[in-house]
């Protein structure tokens, strides 16, 4: 990945002087990117983007719609190099034109790559795995009898994980419409640091059948495996967006060396199998809320009728970790200004989360089937506290946002003893409480997904994350700088030094 290697011609040298050399100049040019950075990326003006024609749409419905009915499948398109029929000397054509223009980057670039953002190539897949299934989610989303097996309306669930969605939108709209400077699409793949792979993984499991989305599946994985730039990296540089624990499970063997984009890591082994997934290669999406985002004006209503200590709504039998729901159950059900309540996403369920979550204090988000929950992120853009209790659970951009100043934690152990919860929370002070709903405030912004993606919300962050990712061999040198890191690789096929900086990542 072009935001973590840096070959020049100073690393082709095993000279440890020439090492040295080649790490001051390094410094020295990350000093004068952060002389030349803003002091604070996360201030905006009152009118930051006055040239923007439309309002930011945050509902996956109402975006879909204007996006499918007003845009045309190749819009804004004047070249695509992606490959339909594959011949064995096409991998070797690529990884010469790749080569070659890295090292244009290296001589040309007086900055690379500090200064540049990630540049990523979208597949043109046919559209049975991109146009048509969104077609098929808008044209039957108002199926309300279509269920899951455990009684969860379908299309609420793909909602909840339509990141795939929101991130392909962005990356595949006119730059004219676009926000984030931080990553930018290119036509032409040598010119690509990340390869995106955009199938609707999720509203095919859910809305074909079984031997429909399991043939659809396989094609899809031979479309994107029989590609060059699969085949050169054996898909180490492909993003695979896989946020629901069910989508392309009966495939996923055969592309794990891939980014995969989840919901969480589930360290249980129930929904992914032992070396498929890794904090090392893989990212944490949240999901997408249920509910509808309550502002600073909504907070500052909402602060008086703030009078349940406690609220959860959901499924309260679950499996694996979530098994602790039916105990919290048991333990806080007859509890005083305690609300627990089972219930579904539905319309009618999303009305009642919203409503008692914008009258409590503290939302309880214990695990769910997998480690992770919607609930945390609707308690979160609902100025809720969470109560998070999930031991094994991996947050979304951990590296980035600081989860201590807005959520509760508290260990499974601790939660089920009689009494204990009750008095914690009981004994937190409100002026602890008023700061830690002051930033929610600020953090909620960071959860809601939009058309166009705006800077730092969740698309945003993906794109910051991903250039933290992991894809170096072992360092021989490591020197943490206080602003940046700077780590030292001997790579053995090029008989030559990589070296790679890490930007500081948090923004809190």
């Known amino acids: 990945m072009r935001a973590k290697q840096i070959p020049s011609s100073l690393t082709r040298s095993k ?134 097996s455990n009684g969860s309306p379908v299309h ?22 676009r926000l984030l400077k931080n990553v930018v699409r290119v036509d032409m793949q040598e010119e690509a640091d990340l390869f995106y792979v955009p199938f609707f993984t999720t509203i095919s499991f859910f809305l074909l059948e079984k031997q429909q989305w399991k043939a659809l599946y396989r094609e899809a994985l031979k479309w994107v495996t029989d590609q060059p730039a699969w085949k050169r990296s054996e898909g180490r540089d492909h993003i695979f967006p896989i946020h629901h624990p069910w989508s392309f499970k009966s495939v996923r063997r055969y592309v794990k060396n891939a980014i995969w984009l989840l919901p969480d890591m589930d360290s249980t082994g129930n929904w992914y199998k032992p070396g498929q997934v890794s904090l090392e290669k893989d990212l944490i999406l949240p999901y997408v809320p249920n509910v ?32 602790i729901r039916s105990k919290l159950v048991a333990e806080l059900t007859t509890a005083k200004d305690i609300v627990i309540e089972d219930g579904t996403a539905g319309e009618g369920g999303k009305a009642a989360a919203q409503k008692g979550m914008r009258r409590s204090i503290f939302c309880l988000s214990p695990a ?3 480690p992770s929950s919607a609930r945390l992120f609707d308690a979160i853009v609902s ?3 969470p109560v998070i209790i999930s031991d ?14 807005i959520a509760i934690f508290v260990s499974s152990t601790d939660a089920v003893q009689p009494g204990w919860l009750l008095r914690f929370l009981k004994g937190i002070s409100s002026t602890q409480i008023r700061e830690m709903r002051k930033n929610l405030a600020e953090y909620s912004r960071h959860f809601v997904y939009s058309s166009p993606a705006r800077p730092l919300g969740p698309e ?49």
């Not at 004006?297 to 009078?307: D, G």
């Not at 094994?392 to 100043?405: A, M, Q, S, W």
Request: glycine share 4%.
């Open 460 to 508: 945003d962050l993906v794109w910051r994350m991903m250039a933290g990712v992991a894809t170096l061999p072992v360092p021989i040198l490591y020197l943490d700088l206080h602003w940046f890191e700077v780590t030292v690789y001997w790579n053995h096929s090029l008989n030559s030094y990589i070296s790679s900086v890490r930007l500081p990542l948090k923004i809190y």
């Open 15 to 148: 000279s440890p002087i020439l090492l040295i050399v080649f790490i001051i100049s390094l410094i020295f040019l990350s000093f004068l990117f952060f002389l030349s950075a803003p002091s604070d990326p996360t201030r905006s003006s009152s009118r930051p983007y006055p040239h923007l024609p439309i309002r930011p749409e945050t509902s996956f419905v109402a975006s879909l719609e204007h996006f499918l009915t007003r845009k045309s499948p190749n819009h804004d398109r004047t070249s695509d190099d992606t490959v339909r029929t594959v011949l064995e000397d096409d991998v070797g054509r690529f990884d010469e034109r790749k080569f070659a223009k890295e090292m244009d980057w290296v001589h040309g670039e007086p900055y690379y790559p500090l200064s540049m953002p990630i540049r990523v190539y979208v597949y043109e897949m046919p559209t049975k795995f991109t146009y048509d299934l969104l077609w098929l989610f808008r044209n039957t989303y108002r199926d309300t009898s279509n269920l899951t």
């Open 156 to 177: 609420r669930l793909i909602e909840q994980h339509s990141i795939d969605y929101w991130l392909w939108a962005d990356l595949i709209a006119p730059a004219s419409e």
């Open 292 to 323: 509808d985002l309550c502002d600073r004006k909504c907070l500052s209503e909402s602060e008086s009728k703030r009078t349940t200590l406690l609220f959860f709504r959901g499924r309260l039998k679950r499996n694996a970790g979530g098994k």
């Open 383 to 385: 100025g809720c506290i």
């Open 392 to 405: 094994e659970l991996e947050l979304p951009f951990e590296g980035i946002l600081d989860y201590r100043k």
């Open 368 to 370: 769910g089937d997998t």
